[in-house]
Each structure stands twice: as C-alpha cells, then as structure tokens.
T-cell receptor
Framework: NAGVTQTPKFRVLKTGQSMTLLCAQD?????MYWYRQDPGMGLRLIHY???????AKGEVPDGYNVSRLKKQNFLLGLESAAPSQTSVYFC????????????FGPGTRLTVL | AQSVAQPEDQVNVAEGNPLTVKCTYS??????LFWYVQYPNRGLQFLLK??????LVKGSYGFEAEFNKSQTSFHLKKPSALVSDSALYFC?????????????FGSGTRLQVQP
C-alpha cells in the first residue's frame, strides 16, 4: 500500500518550458488536491477534484491545468513555466471532502530558472 | 473568506515540558479544524481534527487540541514534549455550511524541542 506517490521528486525547468506532475493514490479516494508550499505561506490550493472526470479551481489556479482521467491519478500541468512557479508541490487525497483527513504525497521540488 | 493565523513562527520547549502551538481562525459560520505535522522533506501528516461535539480533541502521538468558539482558537497541546516532536505544524480550517471542500492552511509553526 504505497499511499500517495508523486513523480518526479525534483525538476528544474527553464522559463517557458512545460511539464506535467503526476500524482497517484491507491486508497480508492474520491477527492484529490494539488497544493503549492512556499516559505512562510503555508499550503495554498491550486486545483482539486471530487471524482473521476471532475476538476475545480482552488485558491491559486492561474498558470496551471489539471486532469483526472482515472480515479487514482491526478495530473498537474504547467504549460509555460515562470520563475514565480518555483515551489514545492504537494498532492493529497481524501475519502470524502470536508471532514476527512487528507493524505499527502512526499512532494515535488520544482525550480524554474 | 476564511483564514488561519499561527502567530508564532517558532516555538522552543525543553524535552519533558508541556508545549502549546497556537492557532486562531476566521470563518463565517461553523468551522471544521485540523492540525497537520510536517517532518523535513516529507509531506504533511494528519494529527487531529475538530468536527463537532467535545471541544477537547485527542489525536496521534499524544497531541490534543481544544476548540474555543468564543476565542476562535484551536491551540495544539502536548503534556510532555519529545525531541522527536520537532517539526513544522500547520493548522487548517474549512467551513461547514457551504460544502466548501478546500482547506485553508496557516503559515506554519516550527516546533523545536531541546534535549
């Protein structure tokens, strides 16, 4: 039982490049989330999904897109990376929404030069 | 809008002493409140939550938190700190009424337990 896994763990991009971050969970959770963590700012929600085929915007969605084609996977895409997107990205999943604890992946450290 | 304030960037405590990590929240209506812990280079781990009922909530690793509606606080406590408790602690809130699914996190408090 791997829980929540994220690929890759580290990535360095040049401004304007694109990439996709993959999140996978094996707990059959309905809800999945993408956050970014910046120093002194806690975690901020980028996008989330309440089930396969659904996505919704979070607090800081600009510059990111997501897809949830399979229940176990949640992809985060950066179409044209900017230095402001340098951050640590965390994926999380939960069985339900508001009252359920979220399970977090180990994070992806992204640097945009 | 909902928000969380963790007024202390860092809390230092000696091993064996009680610890408190403070959290206050602002939300319209009734809150759901959570505490998470983050160890270096790891994702967040759930500690405890307040949904409804008893204001004193007990969680993992001997931690507890007290919901105080009049002071809009949800402070994390432990009677006797361990060096292994040293980590980054996050308080989070969401609102019950609208079905909003997103958590709003505080900026985090670094707990340092000295041997």
């Amino acid at each position: 039982n791997a829980g929540v896994t994220q690929t890759p763990k580290f990535r360095v991009l040049k401004t304007g490049q694109s990439m996709t971050l993959l999140c996978a969970q094996d707990m059959n959770h309905e809800y999945m989330y993408w956050y970014r963590q910046d120093p002194g700012m806690g975690l901020r929600l980028i996008h989330y999904s309440v089930g396969e085929g659904t996505t919704a915007k979070g607090e800081v969605p600009d510059g990111y897109n997501v897809s949830r084609l399979k229940k176990q996977n949640f992809l985060l895409g950066l179409e044209s990376a900017a230095p402001s997107q340098t951050s640590v990205y965390f994926c999380a999943s939960s069985y339900r929404g508001q009252t359920a604890e979220q399970f977090f992946g180990p994070g992806t450290r992204l640097t945009v030069l | 809008a909902q928000s969380v304030a963790q007024p202390e960037d860092q809390v230092n405590v000696a091993e064996g002493n009680p610890l408190t990590v403070k959290c206050t929240y602002s939300v319209s209506g009734n809150p759901y409140l959570f505490w998470y812990v983050q160890y270096p280079n790891r994702g967040l781990q759930f500690l405890l939550k307040y949904i409804t009922g008893d204001n004193l909530v007990k969680g993992s690793y001997g931690f507890e938190a007290e919901f105080n509606k009049s002071q809009t606080s949800f402070h994390l406590k432990k009677p006797s700190a361990l060096v292994s408790d040293s980590a980054l602690y996050f308080c989070a809130v969401t609102r019950r009424e609208t079905g909003r699914r997103a958590l709003t996190f505080g900026s985090g408090t670094r707990l340092q337990v000295q041997p």
